[in-house]
């Protein structure tokens, strides 16, 4: 005769069972002798235990599964979560069942931004121990690679309250110790490197005040275009003025537009433009000019600036080479949907013409008034080599200046 | 895009009237044309300070935009078409202003040079062996043709200016009756 087994041995184990049929949601009876295969199958296919949604923030997320017999988790450790919120810029933290937060990375460790998550898409998360790392769910971002725009971006310039290392950009106004916006219009420019914009836009709004020149309008990344935008019904209120041999704004590609800034760019030095493109293409409107010891705005070597109606001013003493200037088989054109103004405040000089061409470059355009014309000294226009200067029917005397205007070396003047 | 030969002027400050290339006339803003194609998304009204400024813009883009430079152009294509003298060839005589220059120069020359004989090179490709008296029946010819085509434009100006002339055809028509074919 064998042992007598004890009560425990067999009621224990029984207890076991139980516990996982009724934690997997089945009411155990003893009249289905599957249902542990059946609490297995709820836990591993409908992730029972491991599935939550965001009870928190954009940036802090905060996800209640069911309780863990070991805290804090384990690396290995793979949820589910649901966001609730787009992925933000600068970084997001997730924590589960109360307990530390942890950093929530793609498979190269760079924290996830803006365009990487979805609100409504369930992301596998797995704990590695120091980072919570995306498996599954980010939307297309491959790791290395520029994150994609899902809506237009807005970035916010302010030179008073700004902080171009503490802040992320994404607001007009100081909301916390992290969130508020650049303090320079090129920190506001760089930013948009940063995104694949994937057929959206984004603007970099810039409060009024006063900005350091030198900025570098970068290549755009992905369709879409980037704008920035000052005050267009006070162009002056904001001001961006360049020292030295450097220009106010300098692009060197991409699909920008530039509208609401007082340029200037005194000099010393022969770089001194208000706005110069040396490559792609820039849609420009409510623009005031200051001293320019070079242009106030054109462009080089194919680019192409289009001026998008507004009021355009040149201020008194303005003083440049000339307003307009386009060389090697750039172009300057007007925009047939909205003609600008031009509004000239008091004496303004220009050493080689109001409007300049070189090299097979062409300007074709028109302001549909311009004040003071009696104000501007120097040449109406100059082309040459080769270049054309096309009124769209403004007359031999569409521009102003107290000279007549030049042909040479083939350049042409279409009045 | 601009069209210069279907655009439209305000002249002077004056937003009450718009000047046509097309048409070459002054008409009131509420043309029915005009508004129809002020709403065409990219058309937009030119400003001009003056009349003569419009001229300029016309005689180089597009002559037949008003009717003294349409009367300037005739001028030039007719002065410049050449003159068939039928006693020296049944070909014309190059009129154009470097020929013009070419053919006085040639008569100076043959004056100075009496007995000189030059081969001169007619539009149909053909030479012709002209001395200092032919020389000067080319002069003379080429000359009078040409100032017919400058009184004939005088004319026309002046009946523009007074009201007679309202029509390119009526222009047409006055330098079509000048006759290049002398004996």
């Known amino acids: ?415 | 895009m601009y069209v210069a030969s279907d655009w439209y002027w305000f002249i002077g400050g004056d937003t009450g009237n718009v000047w046509s290339s097309a048409r070459a006339m002054l008409l009131p803003v509420s043309d029915s044309t005009y508004t129809a194609w002020a709403a065409v998304d990219g058309n937009f009204t030119q400003t001009v300070a003056s009349m003569d400024e419009l001229k300029a813009t016309m005689a180089i883009s597009f002559p037949a935009g008003t009717l003294w430079t349409y009367a300037a152009d005739r001028r030039f294509r007719k002065a410049s078409g050449g003159v068939i003298i039928t006693s020296l060839s049944p070909a014309a005589f190059y009129s154009d202003p470097v020929s013009r220059n070419t053919v006085n120069s040639a008569y100076n020359y043959a004056v100075d040079n009496p007995a000189a004989v030059t081969q001169w090179k007619m539009s149909d490709g053909t030479f012709i062996t002209v001395d200092k008296t032919k020389l000067g029946i080319v002069v003379n010819t080429m000359a009078g043709f040409v100032q017919s085509c400058f009184t004939c434009e005088s004319n026309m100006v002046a009946g523009i200016d007074n009201g007679s002339i309202t029509t390119l055809a009526q222009i047409d028509a006055a330098f079509n009756a000048i006759s290049n074919v002398f004996p």
């Open chain 1, 1 to 415: 005769m064998g042992s007598i087994p004890p009560a425990a041995s067999i009621e224990f184990p029984q207890r076991e069972i139980v516990a996982a049929i009724a934690a997997a949601g089945l009411i155990p009876t003893n009249t289905d002798l599957a249902q542990l295969l059946k609490a297995l199958k709820l836990i591993d296919i409908c992730n029972k235990f491991k599935a939550g949604v965001n009870q928190g923030t954009a940036t802090q997320w905060s996800v209640a599964i069911t309780p863990l017999p070991v805290t804090p988790l384990l690396a290995g450790s793979a949820i589910w979560v649901k966001p609730v919120y787009p992925s933000q810029t600068g970084g997001t933290v997730l924590s589960v069942n109360g307990g530390l937060f942890y950093p929530v990375v793609l498979a190269d460790l760079s924290p996830i931004t803006l365009g990487d998550i979805l609100p409504n898409g369930w992301v596998l998360c797995l704990f590695d121990g120091a980072h919570w790392q995306v498996i599954a769910g980010c939307v297309g971002r491959v790791p290395g690679q520029l994150p994609a725009l899902h809506a237009n971006a807005n970035w916010y310039v302010n030179g008073a309250t700004g902080n171009d290392t503490t802040y992320d950009g994404t607001s007009p106004n100081v909301m916390s110790a992290t969130i508020g916006p650049f303090k320079t219009v090129q920190r506001g420019v760089d930013e948009t490197a940063k995104y694949n914009m994937n057929g959206y836009d984004q603007n970099v709004f810039v409060a009024d005040g006063s900005y350091v020149g030198g900025i570098f309008l970068r290549q755009t990344n992905g369709a879409g275009r980037c704008h920035l935008i000052g005050n267009q019904g006070s162009s002056q209120s904001v001001n961006i003025s360049a020292t030295g041999n450097l220009m106010a704004i300098f692009q060197a590609a991409g699909s920008w537009d530039v509208r609401g800034f007082r340029l200037s760019a005194p000099g010393p030095g022969a770089l001194g433009w208000g706005l110069v493109l040396n490559g792609g293409d820039c849609q420009v409107a409510n623009l005031a000019f200051g001293p320019c010891s070079a242009y106030h705005f054109g462009g080089t070597y194919n680019s192409q600036v289009s001026v998008a109606g507004g009021k355009f001013i040149i201020e008194a003493g303005a003083n440049a080479l000339s307003h307009m200037f386009a060389a090697n088989g750039a172009t300057i054109i007007y925009s047939s949907a909205a003609l600008a103004t031009l509004e000239i405040h008091g004496n303004v000089s220009f050493v080689n013409a109001f409007a300049e061409t070189r090299l097979g470059a062409i300007i074709q355009m028109t302001y549909s008034s311009i004040s003071a014309k009696s104000a501007v000294h120097g040449k109406m226009y100059s082309s040459n080599e080769n270049s054309v200067i096309a009124t769209l029917g403004g007359g031999p005397n569409a521009y102003p200046g107290d000279l007549p205007g030049e042909q040479t070396f083939g350049g042409q003047y279409i009045p």
